[in-house]
């Protein structure tokens, strides 16, 4: 196979999981939203990095009252990077930065998946 066609083929791939996944997300921003200030709870995402780094006083809380408008920002950012996989523009740019939309969604996932929902955590900062 020709390596062209090859990276035109994955490209496309990369880019349509983009276009979908944002067109998914923009489908129920608040829910995303709903999502992503479960993640700023103090006892959620900013526990593990507190365990992590021992930052007893790290916290993603002041994130939550901007909850909607990065749900909106990351559905635009993944559409916009999808169909700029998809075309071949600004490929450079597109790629580091679904890179980095990959592995912070794939730590997130991680996150979720090996949290324990039964277990409540109590702020212990306040």
């Not at 479960?38 to 790290?58: C, M, Q, V």
């Not at 939550?64 to 169909?83: K, N, P, Q, T």
Request: charged share 20%.
């Amino acid at each position: 196979m020709n390596r062209n066609l090859f990276f035109w083929i994955l490209r496309l791939l990369v880019g349509g999981l983009f276009v979908f996944s944002g067109l998914i997300k923009v489908n129920d921003p608040v829910g995303t939203a709903i999502k992503l200030e479960e993640y700023f709870e103090d006892g959620a995402l900013a526990f593990r990095i507190k365990e992590w780094f021992s930052a007893p006083g790290f916290s993603l809380e002041v994130f939550m009252d901007y909850a909607l408008l990065l749900s909106v920002i990351i559905c635009i950012a993944e559409i916009v990077l999808g169909v700029l996989l998809i075309i071949g523009g600004k490929i450079k740019l597109a790629a580091w930065m679904s890179l980095f939309m990959m592995l912070f969604f794939t730590f997130l996932t991680w996150h979720t998946a090996n949290c324990d929902g039964t277990v409540k955590f109590k702020d212990r900062d306040t």
